[in-house]
Nanobody, 121 residues
Framework: QVQLVESGGGVVQVGGSLSLSCAAS????????MGWYRQAPGKQRELVAS???????NYADSVKGRFAISRDNAKNTVYLQMNSLRPEDTAVYYC???????????????WGQGTQVTVSS
């Protein structure tokens, strides 16, 4: 079992910055991806950014150049630095971890409890 504990988030004005962090604990296999998703009211949950165990990074087009994902492997923690925030970035942000024992094996997915990010104009 894996537990994900998120911190950060809050209310910020347009153009401001916020950072999120997510600490993972439990059984995490060497093959894994950590990332952030978000869900705005009335919309589907969408990927914001992800980073694999070997450091490959993926961003949603809407956040490229504004958000930066990073990780501390020693702490099993992933971070999301959000700059130049826009009202459309307002959402509940969820930490996600996917892990599997071997390349051909099934993925196990876990979610954090979510943290609200509100960008006010």
């Amino acid at each position: 079992q894996v537990q994900l504990v998120e911190s950060g988030g809050g209310v910020v004005q347009v153009g401001g910055s916020l950072s999120l962090s997510c600490a993972a604990s439990g059984i995490i296999f060497s093959i894994h991806t950590m990332g952030w998703y978000r869900q705005a009211p009335g919309k589907q949950r969408e990927l914001v950014a992800s980073i694999t165990n070997d450091g490959s990074i993926n961003y949603a087009d809407s956040v490229k150049g504004r958000f930066a994902i990073s990780r501390d492997n020693a702490k099993n923690t992933v971070y999301l630095q959000m700059n130049s925030l826009r009202p459309e970035d307002t959402a509940v942000y969820y930490c996600n971890l996917r892990t599997r024992r071997v390349v051909s094996g099934p993925w196990y997915a876990y979610w954090g409890q979510g943290t609200q990010v509100t960008v006010s104009s």
